[in-house]
DNA sequence: ATTTTCTTGTGAATTTTTTCTCAAATAAAC
DNA sequence: GTTTATTTGAGAAAAAATTCACAAGAAAAT
């Protein structure tokens, strides 16, 4: 189905602002979107989303769009979101608590189903559904609750540690929520999310346009 | 002192990517370093972090390298890091919380000064040493705190009303967690945060190595 | 039936970004 | 003091991503 070729990671980025933008259309009742009207609605050209949808396939029907309930599904089944991914968040202070209560994620096809800290005195107490755990018992954990993607909020100068557990622990997808680098085999795939980032790109765009009134 | 050229978003993402792991080499010591072990660090090619800060400047000594300090302290500068942002928060949920209880923030230049929300009963209840307030009162606080940023923590299906009060409060920048396009005026920068991108990026992945093996 | 109007999919052109290469600058070694 | 080691900064080359342009397919209008 999806072509050798290497993907890009902005198109699969992008390709997550399309579905979202598609299942609200759906979710308003449209059926059918050409690509320039999803185009506006995502902010991008719209040969660029007939261009990150070829990587794919042919979705799409000449003089008419794209049904929007089967691009929806398309695009899921590639992404591989047509399956709901087992999830443990390592680090359970504020983030991690945050995410574990968060109610959205399930829906997208994630499901958080281990709580892991290293901290005594939050062992054992329940989060929602779920018992903290020791991180200790990761790997034994990992294989018995079919753990695919880890998610990392322990402090940054913590989060070396907890991938390794995570690695040690066969998984090998992660998420990383503290602000450091961490190193893992090639095998297993490391995203980063980093919410300083963010501010810190509008931080520069303030103080660039601070400037030029000036 | 930064060139009229137009600087790359990632340039800007990866300059956050190189000040801290330059603020983490000064705490353990390091005097000096070169684009090539740098560049180790922070994943990267040595000629892509030259040309980076070629958009800035000049900030390296032939045949040396980089003082660090230096290097930190020209990077926050040409980032607008050398100056304390403050911060509203509009949406006082879990993930509102967590971002009010991160004790990271401060640090890194960025003050959260503002909690806002809009339903009653949490207006008033004090959040460390915030008091939430009514939403309506937006644009009133934002003069008042002197608030530059706006973070959007509300339901996606009420990130479009919140930003319309951040933009009435002359707000000009925002981040939006919610995981829904806004629509802003021209002059209004928006960042998305979105997580569950990231966790599709690993989806995509994980399903992509998963069919290989078969 | 034929023409007109849309809109996709894709090769070509363009633009942007990344990487390569090397002269110039600096420090250390001899 | 001269040679040798490094390492930056920047122009050139290469690679990658984006946008353009249009043939081909589909529906609506005449
Ligand atoms: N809270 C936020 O809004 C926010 C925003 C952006 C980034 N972050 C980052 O996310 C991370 C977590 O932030 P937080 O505010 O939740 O911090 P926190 O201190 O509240 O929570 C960290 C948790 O990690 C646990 N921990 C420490 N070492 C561990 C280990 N080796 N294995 C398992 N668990 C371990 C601690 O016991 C604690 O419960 C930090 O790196 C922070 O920089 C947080
Ligand atoms: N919790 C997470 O870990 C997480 C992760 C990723 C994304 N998000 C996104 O972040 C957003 C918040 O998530 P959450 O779990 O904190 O949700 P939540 O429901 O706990 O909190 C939302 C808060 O927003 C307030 N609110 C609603 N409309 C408002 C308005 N117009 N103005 C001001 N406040 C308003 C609500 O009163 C509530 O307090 C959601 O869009 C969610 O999809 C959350």
Same mark, same amino acid.
């Given at each position: 189905?999806?072509?050798?070729? *290497?993907?890009?990671?902005?198109?699969?980025?992008?390709?997550?602002?399309?579905?979202?933008?598609?299942? &609200?259309?759906?979710?308003?009742?449209? &059926?059918? #979107? !050409?690509?320039?009207?999803?185009?506006?609605?995502?902010?991008?050209?719209? !040969?660029?989303?007939?261009?990150?949808?070829?990587?794919?396939?042919?979705?799409?029907?000449?003089?008419?769009?794209?049904?929007? *309930? &089967?691009?929806?599904? !398309? %695009?899921?089944?590639?992404?591989?979101?047509?399956? +709901?991914? @087992?999830?443990?968040?390592?680090? %359970?202070?504020?983030?991690?608590?945050?995410?574990?209560?968060?109610?959205?994620?399930?829906?997208?096809?994630?499901?958080?189903?281990?709580?892991? &800290?290293?901290?005594?005195?939050? #062992?054992?107490?329940?989060?929602?559904?779920?018992?903290?755990?020791?991180?200790?018992?990761?790997?034994? *954990?990992?294989?018995?609750?079919?753990?695919?993607?880890? #998610? %990392?909020?322990?402090?940054?100068?913590?989060?070396?540690?907890?991938? @390794?557990?995570?690695?040690?622990?066969?998984?090998?997808?992660?998420?990383?929520?503290?602000?450091?680098? #961490? !190193?893992?085999?090639?095998?297993?795939? +490391?995203?980063? +999310?980093?919410?300083?980032?963010?501010? %810190?790109?509008?931080?520069?765009?303030?103080?660039?346009?601070?400037? *030029? @009134?000036?």
């Amino acid at each position: 189905m999806i072509k050798k070729e *290497k993907i890009p990671k902005v198109t699969i980025h992008r390709m997550a602002v399309y579905l979202q933008v598609l299942e &609200d259309l759906d979710r308003e009742g449209e &059926d059918v #979107i !050409s690509s320039s009207k999803l185009a506006e609605l995502c902010g991008v050209n719209p !040969s660029q989303i007939r261009k990150d949808l070829a990587y794919f396939g042919e979705f799409g029907v000449r003089g008419v769009g794209y049904f929007i *309930k &089967d691009l929806i599904g !398309s %695009i899921k089944h590639f992404l591989g979101l047509d399956h +709901v991914w @087992n999830c443990a968040i390592v680090g %359970i202070g504020n983030l991690g608590r945050a995410i574990l209560r968060h109610k959205g994620l399930p829906y997208k096809g994630f499901r958080i189903v281990g709580a892991f &800290d290293c901290d005594p005195f939050k #062992i054992g107490e329940k989060v929602g559904e779920l018992e903290i755990i020791c991180t200790r018992r990761l790997k034994e *954990k990992a294989k018995e609750l079919k753990i695919e993607i880890a #998610i %990392i909020t322990t402090p940054p100068e913590r989060a070396q540690r907890a991938a @390794n557990h995570i690695v040690e622990a066969g998984i090998k997808a992660i998420v990383n929520f503290a602000p450091a680098r #961490i !190193s893992v085999p090639e095998d297993v795939i +490391v995203d980063y +999310v980093d919410f300083s980032t963010h501010l %810190i790109y509008l931080s520069f765009n303030l103080a660039r346009t601070k400037g *030029k @009134n000036i």
